[in-house]
């Protein structure tokens, strides 16, 4: 079943051989070798409290809200200025409007303004939010201002929040490294173009955190889009720093790529996980976005090997996405019915079953050695 699974996943999804890879770097044992970058769009992913109706803005929302107060509509327009107002909205980036409201207002606004538009103290972390940290992530690095991802409390992982670059030097990984400033407080959030032109030398230590990070690790970019400004600068930084001499960057989500933009983002030396070919045609209740996520997280979490020092997992089953039952792309062979080791010389196994128990626990226990014939219990099974 695993491997008609796999035959399925990969016909379509065309880059599963990238998600594949990844679920590697992730589980590697003992320490995993992929980081984390999380951008706004995650954030459309957390719970609103009850009677929040108010949400939480991407890019375009936020630089119309500024834009409104530059360039605020007036009594008795004509159509023609009406579009004309538009048409300068829709030529300007975020950026740049941001920066046109900075020097407009001041910098003290347009962190009143962020603040005012981002709903964080209305919302909990999600479900989404969740299946994300209890992954193993060596990092993991946001340039979202909310607190969600710190919020989030998942059993037996804890990640140490990092919202000042003083301290990176006293934290321990695995780490949130909150990039562009931090509610309440911790400002200046990164906006405008001024902001980008001096943050490497201002924020030097969260500039070379994230390249040592993608020295060592791999690295997902979740929550981005391909002309997310956030995405332009820092995977500009990392090509004039490092050039090509950095671990994979992977950016993921339903991304819908043409072949231009598929090889424009490769040209920047970011690998692009496209998710949206393997949703064609299946239904999604809450659209794309959310399901696509989810199904990706259940994949890296579907790739969890048992640690050497607890033996080998019998129970592993093939599975798949909660809402779309979509199969998960798995690594390694699944048994296809969980053992009980305490009645395995009552199961009447056969040899094919006992051939892969063996090979399973043979690099847990006797890694110098073959196993040895005679063993308590496994010749009753073989009898």
């Not at 340039?143 to 409390?153: A, K």
């Not at 230590?205 to 981005?224: A, D, K, R, W």
């Not at 994979?248 to 983002?265: C, D, F, H, K, T």
């Not at 994949?299 to 019998?314: C, H, T």
Request: glycine share 6%; proline share 9%; aromatic share 8%.
């Amino acid at each position: 079943m695993a491997a008609v699974f796999r035959i399925i996943v990969d016909m379509t999804l065309p880059d599963s051989t990238h998600l594949r890879q990844l679920q590697k770097d992730l589980w590697l044992w003992p320490k995993s070798r992929a980081s984390l970058m999380v951008g706004a769009g995650f954030s459309l992913n957390a719970e609103p409290l009850p009677g929040v109706t108010k949400r939480f803005p991407i890019w375009s929302q936020l630089a119309r809200s500024m834009f409104s107060e530059l360039h605020p509509a007036q009594p008795g327009e004509t159509a023609q200025e009406i579009t004309a107002r538009e048409r300068r909205f829709s030529n300007a980036n975020a950026v740049r409007i941001a920066s046109e409201y900075e020097a407009a207002f001041d910098k003290h606004k347009l962190n009143d303004l962020i603040r005012s538009e981002i709903p964080d103290s209305d919302y909990r972390p999600g479900k989404l939010h969740h299946l994300l940290l209890q992954l193993p992530w060596a990092d993991v690095f946001t340039t979202n201002q909310d607190t969600l991802l710190e919020r989030t409390e998942v059993p037996g992982r804890a990640y140490q929040p990092v919202t000042k670059a003083s301290e990176l030097t006293t934290a321990f990984a695995p780490r949130i490294v909150k990039l562009h400033g931090s509610f309440p407080s911790e400002t200046p959030f990164i906006m405008s173009e001024e902001d980008y032109r001096t943050y490497p030398r201002k924020f030097a230590p969260f500039v070379n955190s994230v390249q040592q990070s993608l020295l060592e690790n791999s690295i997902v970019l979740l929550g981005f889009s391909g002309d997310d400004p956030n995405f332009l600068e820092w995977t500009g930084w990392i090509r004039d720093e490092l050039g090509g001499h950095h671990a994979p960057i992977y950016l993921v989500g339903p991304l819908s790529l043409s072949n231009p933009e598929r090889s424009l983002l490769m040209g920047r030396g970011v690998t692009p996980i496209d998710l949206s070919p393997a949703f064609y045609d299946v239904p999604t209740p809450h659209g794309i976005h959310e399901a696509s996520i989810e199904w990706f997280l259940q994949n890296l979490e579907a790739a969890r090997l048992p640690r050497p020092e607890k033996g080998p997992d019998f129970t592993r089953v093939s599975v798949s996405n909660s809402t779309t039952n979509l199969p998960l792309l798995e690594i390694g062979e699944v048994i296809p019915q969980p053992l009980d080791l305490a009645h395995l010389g009552q199961t009447a196994l056969t040899s094919a079953e006992v051939e892969k128990i063996m090979a399973r626990w043979q690099p847990n226990l006797w890694p110098c050695h073959p196993i040895p014939k005679g063993l308590t219990g496994i010749d009753r099974v073989l009898s």
